[in-house]
Every structure is written in C-alpha cells, then in structure tokens.
C-alpha cells in the first residue's frame, strides 16, 4: 500500500520537494556560502574521490607554474599577485536581487582570462585552502571536490568560452561577459553534480541532481549574470588603465 | 566589509597555541577522517562539544563563533530536510502544504543527522585549529607535510597580499559609497565592477614592485624557507596522546556499531 | 674611493617620457647625501638606475668602482640596497622574522648566520620586539623600520632610501632620521635618500643633489643650496621653514641676520645675539645645551 502510494505521487512529491527546498535554500542568511561544498558533507569515499580528481590538474598547474618561473623571475609573484586580488573579489558582496541578500561572485572566469586556467586551479586551490581554514568556506575533507567545482570546471569553461567566443569573432566584451557567465553556472553544475552523488543515498541520483541545480536557480541564473558582467566590467577597467598588462596575460593574444 | 578575515586572535598566548604546529595540523586532520568516517552521530557531536567548548573557553567572541557557524547550521538543516523527505523508506509522518503531500522518513531523518553532525564536527575542528595557529604556522606545518614549494610559496605572497590589497579595496569601496555609487542597482553593479578591476590593477603593479624588491635581496625564482627544527619531545608526546584517543575512540564507535 | 657614480646618464621609458637627461652623481663612501626633488623630477628613475632595476640608454654607472653590469646580481645586492617607498612594496613575507632572513636566505647562508644577521638588523632599527609579529599587523612606522631592517640583513655598504620619512608622523619621521644618522656615522654606513620634504636635511646630509625634470640643477652642502631661493623655487621646492622665517625677517623687516640659518639651533643663536639682554628675564627659560 505504501509502496503504491510512493509510485503514484513520486514525481509531484517530487516537484513539491524540489519547490521547498528551493525556498529554505534562498531563504538563508548566505545563499552563496552553498558554493563551497561545506566541510564534513562528503563522505570519506567521495571526498577522495574529487581529490583523486583534483590531483592531476593541480599537478599539471604547477608543473606550468614550474616551467615559466624558470624562465620568467616575475611569473610567481604575477600569479601570487592576481590570485590576492581574485581572493578578495570572490570575498565583495554584491546584492542579488532575487535572494534579497549578498552573494559572493566566483572570480574563476577573470582569473582564466589573466593567468590562464592551468595556474587559475592552482591558485583557486590555494584560495579554497585559505577558505577553508580562516573563514568555514568550504572545507578541508571537501577540499578536492572544491577544486574540481571552482577550480577545473569553472577555469577551463570560463577560458574555452572565451577563447571560441574570440575565435567567432565576437567582441572582447561579450567573451569576457560569456566567461564569467559560464564560469560561474559550470562551477554550481559541478558543484550540485557533487552533491548529488554523494547525498541521494537510496533515492535516485538524478532526482536529487535535478533537485539541487533547480534550488540553486532562483540565486545562481541572476547570479551568473551578475559575474559575466562583472568579469566584462572588470577586464574592461584593467584595459583602458593598463593595456601593456592584458598583452602579458595568459588570453592576451585573444584579448 | 571585510572584517571576517580577521586572524588577530591566533597571535594570543595559550596552551593550544603553544603547540607546534605540526602536531595540531596532524590532529586536526586525524579528527576529520575520524569525524567523516563516523557511523553515528555520537562520536562527530562529542568533537562538536569538545571544539566549541575550547573556542569558548579561549574566550574568542560569540560574534565571530556565530558568523563561522551559520553557514554550517544553515547547511545542516538542509540536509536533514532533504535527507528526510527524499531518502529512506520508512515513512513516520506525513502532512500536505498547499496540495502537496511530504512523507518524513527514519532512515532519510537519521542520515540527515549523520551528515549533519559529521558537518558541526569537522567544522568545528578547523575552526579550533584555526583560531589557535595563524596562517605562517600552518604553512610551516604544511612544508613539513611535504607539500609543493612552489604551492606554498603562492600561498604565502597570496595570504600577505590579501591583506594589502583588502586595504586599498576598503578605501575605494568607501569612497565609492560616500559618493553614492551603491545608491540604485545599475551604479551599485559599476561601482562594484570598478572596484574589482582597480584590484586587479593594484595586484598588477604590485607585483611588479614586489617582485624588483624581492629581486633587489637576491631573489632567483624561489622562495627560500628557513629548516624545520625537530619536534620537540612534549610536541611528540601531545601529538601521540592525541592521535591515539581519536583513534581509540573511532574504534570505540566501530565495535558499538557492531 | 667612490662609493657610487653616475656620469653622463639618460634614462628615457618605453613610452618616450624622457626621466633622466645627462646625470652625474657622484657619492663618496661614509657620505650622508640627499636627492632633492619634486615629484616626477627623476628621483625614483635615478635610484632605478642606481641598484640595477632599469638599465641606463646612455652613460656609465660604477658602484665601488666597477662598472654596474660586471658585477653579478648577488655581488651588486650586497653592496646596495634599497629601501622602497611604500613597505607594502617589500615586505612579502608573513613574518618580521621570515621577511628579514629572505635575503641572507637567499646567499644561501648557514641557518646561525641568517638568525644572526636578522637579530642584528631588527636590533640595528630598534625592532627586535617584533620579530615574531605578522607583518599585517604592524603600524605604519613598524613596518618602515621593519623594511630598512630586511635590507640590512644583506650588509650592503650603500643604503638608498626613497622617501624614508614620507607619511610618518612627526615623532616617526625624527625616529627615522636619527635612525639613518647612526648607521652612517656609527656603523660607516653610505647613506642616500631621495626626498622633497627639507626640514631636516640640513642637520643629517653632507651634500644636497637639485634634481628638476631629470636634471641636476645644483649639488653642495645644505648651506649652499639654500642659499639660492630662486633655483629653489624652480625646483618646485622651498626653504626649510625655519629659513623661511629667517630670510622674510632680513629681508622684508631689515633685521640684521648673517647668512641664511637653516636649522633651528643655529636660528635661535643668531636671535639670542640680536635681543637686548635686558628684555631676556634670566630664570625664566629651562637651560639647553
């Protein structure tokens, strides 16, 4: 009898689900601390999961980082230097306005655009360390799962729509609203993809994906607007004060 | 604005923070796995209790406690509803809201409070160690955990030159207000795009100059880092001590769970 | 021996600004020299020069003798250093203590010497008590004092200071320049500083270098400098205060003053000559030196 009841309303208890939480999610005092996955979440087999991940991207990351120190003695601190900056941007909060409350922008697709997205890993590794450890974002167990979410996802979506963004010839402006845009929306698909395996337990996996992407649209659809903008706005500063700089950046060719 | 990222109570004087570095992060880390690892919620609450009570006890404001923990509490709660009402199969309540119908399930419920607890744990060990060890200590400890040199020495001019840059950002910021850039939506959107290229623009020509003074003191493309001194024997027994309590008590857990 | 020269040096940047049009500038070892200047005169671009940060388009730089590009990067950083601006500039690491053990660190120094040459430094700057402290947390004097301490610790024979006093308060900017007096008298210590507040120079520098529009308009002893308020003027400097004061009263009011005090020990001798002895009310004052 139960078991039938189950059936029949699955997919409007479902929905019905999928609505609630979407309330309780935008109703909290920081939508976008959900960003980070939160330490503790994951269990041990996925946590070292999304570090066996995470691993050789960061590997592959400091290998460049190697590689172009060597033969520039600027390149560490360049790196250093924009990693500060993309920090403390991800920390501004900007208003969303659906949430009613500040959210936090990612800064992955600026980043990808300056230093490239193998460095952008790197230095998005070192920046959810930081998080994790000083400020309760995200967390050290979940630390690989971050990585790929923020760090891969969003560097290298942000950096290749930008890179076939120029290649069609579309203006810098709108490659670097498109990286941000995508940057931001491919780190919560990782992000709520993450979450979903290691939580829907005996449920279904792509009832509890579908449910975590649609409770994150009422913050992250604005929100990733907000980023391409802000991504576009923010390259457009750093080229009318110092347009010898964007020729030294990593999609400076494009640029 | 920017005041979360305050580490000023790690440079206090206390037993905790006396310990080597090393031997805390080492703890810390062992008390994650065995907080992640945990079956029940019994053992990931006791470190929950035990890490609040010291961060209670080293008097670090409640104001601050509360800002680390909301993010976790609100997390927490999530879980434990959609835990409830999606997973398991055991219904215990059920009640409709506005035509539809939520079934509550035991299995979903305890799970959801398995996750929750493990959060509240593990949080809250990295938030002790945090506030007992500033951010150097803890890149000391990490060279020791054999991380990359070149992943530290980032790490170490990123740490220094948030703080630089968070200064610069401040006043911008604050004279972007009292100018009335956040005054409607579209100039709070400029104002705040301005804000994050003219950072970028002060970590560009920063590191310019960071990099000719680091040059000026014989910089050759790595950072060296003084030797690591030998744990000291009271650093060793701690960390022993500790290691095997959390261990004893993981195990305690599995056998009860049997 | 010369501790530094410069003959002949033009600097023009790759946007065609030209900073610096034909320089001498000659130090000679033990000497405290000032580079005086407004902003954009060329200071900065001449101590780029100096250490080695910019190469010069024209002209010859000798630091102790030898020319700048025969000497390795770690011979010339051991015998020059800079002391920045802005601290923020070189103060990268988290530390007072690791800051300061970079550049022995980098000399590849046994670690004894590097924990004795920070200890010496930050003692040498009065800064010992911070060793252990974050350097986000220091004041603004601190983490200047901090700076000249991490230069130190490399032993150069020239110290370049640009700007060493600027945004300190008053009290800083006494501590600084007392500071920089005892290296060079007590510790035979080259010292040069590029400045344009004028206050003080008179009681510390040997010898004044005018710099305007990238060029040396005049070099002496303070008392010389001074002296010629209209080269003064169209370096876009001015007179110390006190001689301000001095030079408007001789020559607005007539009063008899000899040559042009610059400090204030020598202005109040010439005053104390010119007021009648009775109008003095002997007790009244605390006696000075």
Redesign the interface.
């Known amino acids: 009898m139960i078991m039938h009841r189950r059936k029949k309303s699955a997919r409007i208890r479902r929905v019905a689900a999928v609505i609630a939480t979407a309330g309780i999610l935008t109703a909290l005092p920081a939508p976008a601390f959900a960003m980070h996955i939160s330490e503790g979440i994951l269990p041990a087999p996925w946590a070292l999961f999304w570090y066996a991940v995470a691993l050789p991207f960061v590997a592959w990351g400091l290998r460049d980082l190697r590689r172009r120190s060597e033969e520039l003695l600027w390149f560490k601190?360049f790196v250093s230097l924009v990693g500060a900056a993309v920090f403390l941007i991800s920390c501004m909060p900007i208003p969303v306005p659906t949430a009613g409350t500040c959210s936090h922008p990612a800064g992955t697709g600026l980043a990808a655009i300056l230093i490239g997205p193998g460095l952008t890993v790197v230095v998005a590794s070192i920046a959810l360390t930081l998080q994790a450890l000083f400020l309760a974002h995200g967390g050290l167990t979940t630390l690989g799962a971050n990585i790929v979410s923020m760090g891969v996802a969003g560097a290298y979506v942000g950096y290749g729509a930008y890179l076939v963004a120029r290649h069609l010839g579309l203006p810098w402006a709108v490659a670097a609203f498109l990286a941000g845009l995508l940057s931001d929306w491919a780190t919560y698909a990782m992000t709520s993809l993450e979450l979903a395996a290691a939580l829907h337990g005996d449920g279904s996996f792509s009832a509890m994906l579908s449910l975590i992407l649609l409770a994150f649209v009422p913050t992250q659809l604005p929100l990733g607007i907000l980023e391409g903008f802000i991504c576009a706005g923010a390259l457009k500063f750093v080229r009318s004060r110092k347009p010898e700089l964007i020729r030294a950046t990593a999609a400076g060719g494009a640029a | 604005m920017f005041d979360l990222f305050s580490?000023?109570f790690t440079?206090r004087d206390n037993a905790l923070a006396r310990i080597d570095p090393r031997a805390k992060l080492a703890i810390a880390l062992a008390a994650l796995v065995a907080v992640v690892t945990a079956e029940r919620i019994v053992l990931p609450l006791c470190v929950f209790g035990l890490c609040l009570g010291t961060v209670v006890g080293l008097r670090i404001p409640a104001k601050l406690i509360a800002v680390r923990l909301a993010a976790p509490l609100s997390i927490v709660a999530v879980l434990v509803v959609l835990q409830t009402f999606l997973t398991g199969a055991t219904p215990i309540f059920a009640f409709t809201l506005a035509g539809w119908e939520f079934t509550a399930k035991a299995e979903g419920l305890r799970q959801g409070m398995l996750l929750g607890a493990r959060v509240l744990g593990a949080v809250s060990v990295v938030f002790l160690l945090s506030v007992v060890t500033?951010?150097?200590r803890i890149?000391q400890a990490l060279r020791w955990f054999r991380l990359s040199r070149n992943w530290l020495e980032i790490a170490?001019?990123m740490?220094?030159?948030i703080?630089?840059l968070m200064e610069s950002a401040a006043d911008l910021a604050a004279a972007q207000k009292l100018r009335l850039g956040y005054t409607t939506k579209g100039r709070a959107l400029r104002s705040f795009t301005a804000l994050a290229g003219a950072t970028i623009v002060h970590s560009l020509e920063?590191a310019e100059?960071?990099h000719?003074?680091?040059?000026?003191?014989?910089?050759?493309g790595v950072?060296?880092?003084?030797?690591l001194p030998a744990l000291g024997r009271r650093d060793r027994m701690i960390l022993a001590f500790c290691l095997a309590g959390i261990a004893s008590a993981r195990l305690l857990e599995w056998g009860a769970g049997r | 021996m010369k501790a530094i020269s410069a003959t002949g040096v033009h600097f023009t940047y790759d946007d065609g600004t030209e900073a610096l049009s034909g320089i001498d500038f000659h130090v000679e070892e033990g000497e405290f020299i000032a580079i005086l200047g407004s902003n954009g005169s060329g200071k900065t671009t001449l101590i780029n020069l100096l250490?080695g940060?910019i190469k010069a388009r024209a002209g010859r730089i000798m630091i102790g003798g030898q020319a700048i590009g025969e000497l390795s990067?770690?011979e010339l950083?051991q015998r020059v250093?800079?002391v920045?601006q802005?601290p923020?500039?070189?103060?990268?690491?988290?530390?007072v203590e690791?800051d300061c053990?970079?550049?022995p660190?980098?000399?590849n120094l046994p670690?004894a010497e590097?924990q004795q040459r920070v200890t010496e430094s930050l003692s040498a700057v009065a800064a010992l008590p911070l060793r252990g402290?974050?350097?986000?947390?220091l004041s603004f004097g601190e983490q200047k004092r901090v700076s000249l301490a991490?230069?130190m610790a490399?032993r150069p024979s020239v110290l370049i200071l640009d700007e060493p006093t600027a945004g300190l308060d008053p009290a800083g900017e006494a501590q600084m320049m007392q500071l920089l007096k005892k290296l060079n008298r007590e510790e035979g210590l080259t010292v040069i500083l590029a400045t344009h507040s004028v206050d003080m120079l008179p009681l510390f520098a040997n010898r004044i270098y005018v710099l305007d529009q990238g060029r040396v308009l005049q070099e002496g002893p303070s008392e010389e400098i001074f002296c010629h308020q209209e080269m003064i003027d169209r370096a876009k400097l001015r007179l110390p205060y006190i001689s301000r004061l001095m030079y408007e009263m001789k020559r607005h009011d007539g009063v008899p003053i000899d040559g042009l005090p610059l400090t204030i020990g020598e202005a109040r001798e010439q005053l104390l000559e010119l007021i009648p002895k009775e109008l003095i009310i002997a007790g009244m004052g605390e006696k000075r030196p």
Do not use: K, S
């Not at chain 3, 923020?88 to 530390?95: G, K, P, R, S, V």
């Open positions: 601190p | 580490d000023i440079y500033p951010a150097h890149f170490v001019l740490y220094r030159y703080f630089v920063q100059r960071t000719n003074a680091m040059r000026l003191r014989g910089y050759r950072m060296p880092f003084g030797p | 250490v940060l990067a770690e950083y250093g800079l920045f802005n923020n500039d070189q103060l990268f690491a988290a530390t690791e053990a970079f550049g660190r980098n000399l670690e590097v402290r974050a350097i986000h947390h991490g230069v490399m």
